[in-house]
């Protein structure tokens, strides 16, 4: 008998729900209370001195780009095995992003290859937390240091995550969070800026509200800036989802550790190894074929899990590999041969809060079977 068990699914209760219609019969829907209370959530969690609220976790990239100063002519290195975002965010102001290839085993950016292609035009690094790991952020610091380089920190898929004990989030002289449905916690769309530097986080402020200051007017706009804001009915879905985040976590920890149990000694699948001085927030579950297997295998299996009922998805397809990476910056097929045989490879599988044991055991005998 077929199941049906998706990718995802977010997980909202009747708390959420209840603070949702609470706003909705308040006299403010924008610019409201909810705001500053989802951003303190923030800084009391993350221990650190700047939350800012914004409409979508690729927003929030794009004004930490424009408040660090990096724009036209301006390189930035970065990883192509990501979400598209991370690396648009940096063609938005007209630098470019420039690729590095991944580790093999963790799938992070390959802090080595980034020193190697640091140029005069280089300005920022944006390492990447890919699905709730970390790359080597001291190798990263350290190279940032010693070029005079700017460091964004996306973590839109780590909210949770540590480095050395350090939130991820605050590594970076900024860092970004995102909150669509399928990330760790969700406000249905939103994203949110950390930063500890005072001056940036006035900026993204500025920039998040049509480029007003905090104590001008309603049309006075000293700056050029954007509609960025989160809405009240948002933030108040996010300051619940935030009290209930340990519960969250606890819950997509138990569902990977199912999936790590069940899958430890199958040869023909391999998981990202997380750094030792990583504390991974589960993000989403993806497992990496063999070299023995071919993307047209990664295909059809995927093509049957679907048949079967069983949600999944190729994750990440290569970002140098898009058309207009091609077209507008150079990039083609060949050029980050790890990224490309990974993402080949990859799979991921059905992965949420309220996966049972049962339907873990359903998606690996299926899979096992399916090899
Ligand atoms: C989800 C995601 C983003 C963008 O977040 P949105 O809120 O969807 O705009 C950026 N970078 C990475 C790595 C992501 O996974």
Redesign the pocket.
Known sequence: MNREISLSAQDITQAEIDAVVAVMRSERLSLGPRIPEFEAEFTKRLRVKHAIACS??????HMCWRALGVGRGDEVITTPF??I??SN?IMFEGAKPVFVDIDPQTWQLDTARAAAAITPRTKALLP???FGCTPDMDAIWTIARRHHLRVLE?S??ALGATYQGRPCGTIGEAG?F???P??QMTTG???MVVTNDDDLAFLIRSFRNQGRDPEGGWLAHPRLGFNYRMNDMQAAIGTVQMRRLDEILAKRDRVARLYLERLKDEPRLSTQRVLPQTHISW?VFVVRLSDHYAQSDRDRILGQLRAKGIGCNVYFPAIHLQPFYHTDLGYNPGDFPITEALSQRTMALPFHNHLTESDVDYVVTTLRALL
């Open positions: 979508s976790g690729t927003a929030g990239l990501s979400f975002a991370s965010s990447v937390d890919v996306d839109c898929e970004v995102g909150f669509y399928n990330k769309e939103g994203g993000f």
